[in-house]
């Protein structure tokens, strides 16, 4: 027993010799610092889908953070900038796991992630545990931003991100239903996953405040292939539109499905930007024609020169990013970059010290940053606790002939904020 | 409290009674608030009804592979649903190129009959290599053993299929003649169903002829009979064994193959998993071993999954009653084991058998 506790405090002591460097004394920041030696790179990690059927977002997302870091040539404050992938299948658990291996490297400043919501929930409480910052460039759950626990919300301190929040996409549904589509009555459904359900949430909410009906909120289960039931179900609500802010494939089939059942034959469909993919067009064929889609809308010529840089640089091998994201990771991306440039702090033997409280202090401070995706500027109020995004980007696009026959992509917007100013 | 009736009383009867009545009120109660709301109309009814037939096609199709298995060597197969992904997930390519040049929808029904029997022999071959490599050497081992080796196959299968196709999603074309619908008393029956329901009926009237018709049949019969004896009458019992495979391989490749003309969509590498899972339920219900049981678990199941919840479950005032979709399901494989474990039409398990 008593060489059981030497070998252990032996080991304790070995392990602390290689542990982290809180301790150091010129680090004064409360969450401790990440220290770079002269000849080490600036260490930064990304948790997307990497696998499983929501890759394409992990591919286009990862797209971004490389041109952004090709952009600046692969340097920053003299040091390489060194990516470590982590994948978290858009799954709580995937999240979760992904998280720990982040949390477990001292050398990490910072995360860009997660591609899901749901697997933000799962990583979100690891990454704040470990003091370090993550951006997500494609979660827009409302919980994430909302510090109000007994509300839902699920906000941690040290959580940012770039992509809008469902409550300004919500929000631009339920307007276009009803001032353009002249919808009375909604149905809504989600699939149980965070995201989908707060944005049918937010729709349902919004569109009753702009004195809607809503005549039915239902769920179907990921991984379902016969919709028929909550189909006939939905029609016997008699709605003017279906609302299914729900991922592929549950989307495709509640589309084509629809189509095939008496009383739907007729109703507008709207997704959200979870079906949005160049695949669902052609997967669905005819019955795809016509439906609308709330989703990410970056214009200008920032973006057109990105866009030029991706075909040229190609990441993941493709020719044009494969989702709508990639901008608020560029976005995101660069944001964290700047910020561990404005807090770094060179000592004399060369070594860089960046405080983990510091940097999440000069994130909340961004202010009218000029980004791919508009003017950010990362807030602190209740509901929007580190929305740096402002909903500016984000459009109604309408699938027509040209997606169904030809897969061209993305479908021609038919509504933006900016038109909706009149209204 | 009633410790002085235990002579008399047993417990597990009593919850076994209290369970029965609470399901049977909760059924009754349901569908009453259900049908006198009059929220869903008679026409809607028969079009669930029809949707859950088609999708019950499919079902009995995969759980005949699953009972054939049983029948014959008394182990349940998990990776009989891969065997599915397998002819469903390859012969989307197939279709993919005859809509390209126009064939799918000039001879349509050839070019279906060529996609089934391309996925069905692909399955088969699955199922054939699947039987020869995995299972054969684990014959006569204890019976948990070839369950896990199931369940490592069936990753196997999954993962090499992604690595050949990749993990996006595609999609069946649609072809034309199976689109719209007929209107049989003034209620429109989608062709697309009729058609599941017609091709799934061809397949397992196929299916009862060989087995009850020809000498290969006796053969498996025989075999799932008694082995031994099988063995002495001359039977190659591993011919015989490795045919069954090969049947319920085929028949799971051509459910692949209806299905994607009934649900086009969400063709992946991880697709077989719910159907296969879903028809293992649907052969248990039925009776695991006994083929027409296959059949009428697999429609049974297929029915109730598109009419409980509207019936059942929104009656009762359950949320989301559509998301509880597979809940219903494998309750209805619960209960079954509970009131009736050898099935609808299943024989009590013999001794040899158990």
């Known amino acids: 027993m008593k060489r059981l506790f030497l070998f252990l405090t032996a080991l304790s002591m070995l392990l602390g010799l290689g542990g982290p460097a809180f301790a150091d004394s010129h680090c004064m920041d409360e969450l401790g610092c990440v220290e770079v030696g002269p000849d080490d790179p600036i260490v930064i990690a990304s948790i997307l889908a990497m696998s499983g059927p929501a890759s394409f977002y992990g591919a286009d997302t990862l797209g971004g953070i490389e041109l952004a870091i090709l952009g600046r040539d692969g340097m920053l404050l003299g040091r390489d900038i060194e990516l470590v992938e982590e994948d978290s299948y858009c799954a709580a658990e995937g999240g979760q796991a992904a998280a720990q291996r982040v949390a477990a490297d001292e050398s990490i400043v910072g995360v860009i992630g997660t591609t899901c919501s749901g697997a933000a929930q799962g990583a979100m409480p690891i990454i704040s545990e470990a003091g370090m910052l993550m951006i997500s460039s494609s979660n827009t759950s409302p919980s994430l931003t909302n510090d109000d626990a007994d509300a839902g919300g699920t906000y941690y301190p040290g959580y940012f991100r770039t992509a809008h929040n469902d409550l300004f996409q919500g929000a631009m549904g339920a307007r276009f239903a009803v001032e353009v589509v002249k919808a009375g009555k909604v149905a809504t459904v989600h699939d149980g996953d965070p995201y989908t359900e707060g944005l049918a949430v937010v729709m349902a909410n919004e569109f009753a405040g702009l004195n809607g009906e809503v005549v039915f909120q239902g769920a179907v289960s990921k991984g379902d292939t016969d919709m028929s039931a909550i189909l006939t179900e939905i029609a016997a609500s008699g709605p003017d539109l279906v609302y299914l802010p729900v991922f592929t494939p549950e989307s495709e089939f509640l589309v084509s499905q629809a189509a095939n059942t008496p009383g739907l034959e007729n109703v507008r469909m709207m997704t959200a930007d979870g079906s949005f993919n160049a695949d669902f067009a052609p997967n669905i064929g005819q019955a795809a024609a016509g439906v609308l889609m709330t989703g990410p809308h970056v214009s200008g010529d920032a973006y057109q020169e990105f866009l030029a840089m991706w075909a040229e640089e190609q990441p993941g091998g493709t020719d044009t990013p494969p989702s709508g994201f990639h901008a608020h990771a560029y976005d995101g991306t660069n944001l964290l970059l700047d910020a561990v440039e404005a807090v770094a702090e060179e000592k004399d033997d060369g070594t860089l010290v960046i405080g983990r409280q510091a940097l999440r202090d000069a994130m909340a401070a961004v202010e009218d940053y000029e980004g791919l995706t508009g003017t950010l500027t990362c807030q602190e109020a209740p509901l929007y606790m580190g929305d740096c995004a402002t909903g500016t980007a984000l459009a109604v696009f309408e699938i027509g002939e040209a997606q169904v026959d030809e897969g061209a992509w993305p479908p021609p917007i038919v509504w933006d904020l900016s038109m909706s100013m009149g209204g | ?354």
């Open chain 2, 1 to 354: 409290m009633f410790k002085w009736k235990t002579d008399e009383f047993s417990w597990v009867d009593f919850t076994i009674d209290v369970l029965r009545i609470l399901i049977v009120l909760g059924v009754v109660v349901g569908a009453w608030n259900t049908l006198s709301s009059g929220r869903i109309t008679f026409a809607q009814w028969v079009n669930l009804f029809a949707a859950g037939l088609s999708q019950g096609s499919i079902y009995a199709l995969i759980a005949l592979g699953y009972t054939l298995v049983y029948g014959i060597l008394l182990m349940i197969n998990f990776a009989h649903g891969e065997v599915f992904m397998a002819g469903a997930f390859s012969a989307v390519f197939l279709a993919e190129a005859f809509n390209r040049t126009g064939f799918l929808n000039e001879q349509p029904l050839l070019a279906i009959l060529l996609m089934i029997m391309f996925a069905g022999l692909l399955s088969m071959t699955v199922a054939i290599l699947l039987e020869r490599v995995a299972y054969r050497p684990l014959r006569g081992s204890p019976r948990l053993v070839p369950l896990i080796t199931a369940i490592g196959a069936s990753f196997f299968l999954q993962y090499t299929f992604r690595g050949l196709y990749g993990s996006g999603f595609k999609a069946y074309p649609q072809v034309k003649i199976l689109q719209g619908a007929v209107s049989i008393g003034g209620i429109n029956i989608p062709i697309v169903q009729i058609f599941v329901f017609c091709s799934a009926l061809v397949l397992m009237l196929g299916l009862y002829w060989l087995v009850e018709r020809t000498r290969v049949g006796k053969a498996m019969r025989a075999v799932s009979e008694n082995k031994e004896v099988a063995r002495l009458m001359g039977i190659d019992i591993d011919w015989v064994i490795m045919f069954t495979f090969g049947v319920g391989g085929f028949l799971a490749g051509s459910a692949g193959v209806i299905n994607g003309m009934f649900r086009p969509q969400g063709v992946n590498f991880f697709m077989g998993f719910i159907p296969g899972i879903k028809a293992f339920t649907a052969a248990v219900l039925g009776g695991i071993g006994n083929i027409p049981g296959a059949m009428l678990g697999g429609l049974f199941l297929g029915v109730i999954e598109a009419i409980g919840p509207n019936l059942v479950l929104a009656g009762l005032g359950i949320p989301g009653a559509n998301q509880l979709k597979d809940v219903i399901a494998f309750t209805m494989l619960v209960l079954v084991l509970i009131f009736r474990p050898q099935g609808i039409l299943g024989e009590r398990l013999s001794e040899k058998k158990a």
